[in-house]
């Protein structure tokens, strides 16, 4: 594995392969050439750098690049994979604007219905508590904890 793996010039299916391999030997000495993959054009490399460094690797470092592609990556695969990626990464510091943005995300009719779904699961981490499983296709109004959120909300609205 080397730098070259990840030149963005290659096919995003050699690139997929690479970041997995990445994954697989932990070479966290790459983190720049994953990093730079998240503005890739491929929305399946983007969606696969930005798990490798939030869930796999929890780069803190790489939070803002998170928030960015939560607010303006046009896929909603990469939006889902940085809204559950922001709640690896959360911190003491950090957590009441994770909180705010992912209080919009939930709220927001506009956005698909899985990134909603991974904002309130990253929610849940972030605050200690279990995800609740849902078997069936995700509805915000049905499936979240509204008091819950409401409770959330005077961080959102300080």
Known sequence: MTVADLDPKRPATELLRALETVRRL???D??????ELTNHPSALVREE????LLSGWKEVSTRP??????RL???FGVRTTAAIG???VSSPQTINEDTRVLLDVVADRREDMDV?????????LIHGRS???VNRAFDADRDTDAAWLASLGDIRHP
């Not at 790459?30 to 990093?35: A, M, R």
């Not at 750098?49 to 490798?52: D, P």
């Not at 909603?116 to 849940?124: F, I, M």
């Open 131 to 133: 995800v609740p499983p």
């Open 73 to 75: 990556d046009p896929d």
């Open 26 to 28: 932990d070479r966290r």
């Open 30 to 35: 790459l983190k720049g050439d994953v990093l």
């Open 86 to 88: 922001l709640a690896g």
């Open 65 to 70: 690049d998170a928030l960015a592609a939560l």
């Open 49 to 52: 750098a930005y798990s490798l």
């Open 116 to 124: 909603r779904r991974a904002a309130y699961e990253a929610l849940c």
